[in-house]
């Protein structure tokens, strides 16, 4: 996801600038993952750029980021390859 974020956020906006096409995360679709970001980008990301979204304060976040960052990098319990998980959990949203 973090790999083609960019490309996916271009549809919406890149149709206001120039030579960029607003389309071109369509040349990703069939790929596992692309559900996965057109959904983070079209839930999480966009609501970020509107001043008026309500949200948590930065302090609410910091002990998930330190959890986050505490872990062994590439733990095996965390990171499971080719096991997919929900991108909205429904009990903690």
Known sequence: MTRRHGEFQLYYYGHHLAGFDRDRRERHRGHPYFDDCADFCERWDQASFDPDYDTLPLQFFAPMVRDVFARR???????????????VNPAAA
């Open 73 to 87: 990098p590439y733990d095996a319990t965390v990171l499971r390859p080719g096991e997919r998980a929900p991108l």
